[in-house]
């Protein structure tokens, strides 16, 4: 596996990230965290690490610099973190690493939100999967995505289950709404992240051999 620290540029300032590619790799995805988070989010790691393994690229990259991230609201205005989904899409598009690979989009909380948005814009991205997310952010939106999306909630996480089932209603696109049994918001408890990782695993598997 090549692995390679990188700096995507956005037009204001360069964002650092990780790019990690396995041998034989089928596609690319692009990990969008949540709130608060980076990309040293233990979580995102963790289901990169199974998603290489199954020979998949990952790039998992800050959204925001130092200086944006310490402004609150900007974990909130997921419009802009869309397009800095979308600088890092154009990125690894050049690269000479990825530039053949089919691209998806992993993302938990309010980037799932700016997943669905980026997405929207580009039906070219095979596939979308969200982590306990808020696709409710997005709603104005989601009637034009394209992407198979698979919208993965805790089962103890109610409010957001109902969220997602709204979402999952105005998606017009190939969807499936998962719900993890005895999973809190950030599938803390045992067995439940690996079992995001499967489902996870197995979405964007099929979807970057299946031929669009």
Not at 18 to 32: I, T
Request: with cysteine; hydrophobic share 45%; charged share 20%.
């Amino acid at each position: 596996m090549t692995e390679r620290d990188v700096q995507i540029p956005t037009g204001v300032a360069p964002l650092a990230g990780v790019l990690s590619v396995p041998s034989l790799a089928v596609g690319v995805v692009l990990f969008a965290h949540g709130s608060g988070s980076s990309r040293l989010s233990p979580r995102n790691a963790f289901v990169a690490g199974v998603l290489r393994a199954a020979h998949m690229a990952t790039l998992l990259f800050d959204l925001l610099s130092e200086r944006e991230a310490a402004d609150r609201a900007n974990v909130f205005a997921v419009d802009f973190l869309a397009r800095r989904l979308r600088d890092a899409t154009a990125w690894v598009r050049l690269s000479e690493m990825t530039r053949e690979l089919p691209v998806g989009y992993f993302g938990a909380s309010t980037g799932a939100a700016a997943a669905l948005i980026a997405a929207a814009d580009d039906p070219t991205i095979r596939a979308v999967v969200s982590r306990g997310g808020r696709p409710d952010l997005a709603k104005r939106v989601l009637w034009k995505v394209k992407s198979p999306t698979l919208l993965i909630v805790g089962g103890d996480d109610l409010p957001v289950i109902r969220m997602n089932e709204e979402a999952y209603e105005l998606l017009g696109c190939e969807r499936q709404l998962t719900i993890v049994p005895g999973a809190s918001h950030l599938f803390e408890e045992p067995g439940t992240l690996e079992e995001v990782t499967r489902l996870a695993a197995q979405w964007f598997s099929r979807h970057f051999t299946t031929p669009q």
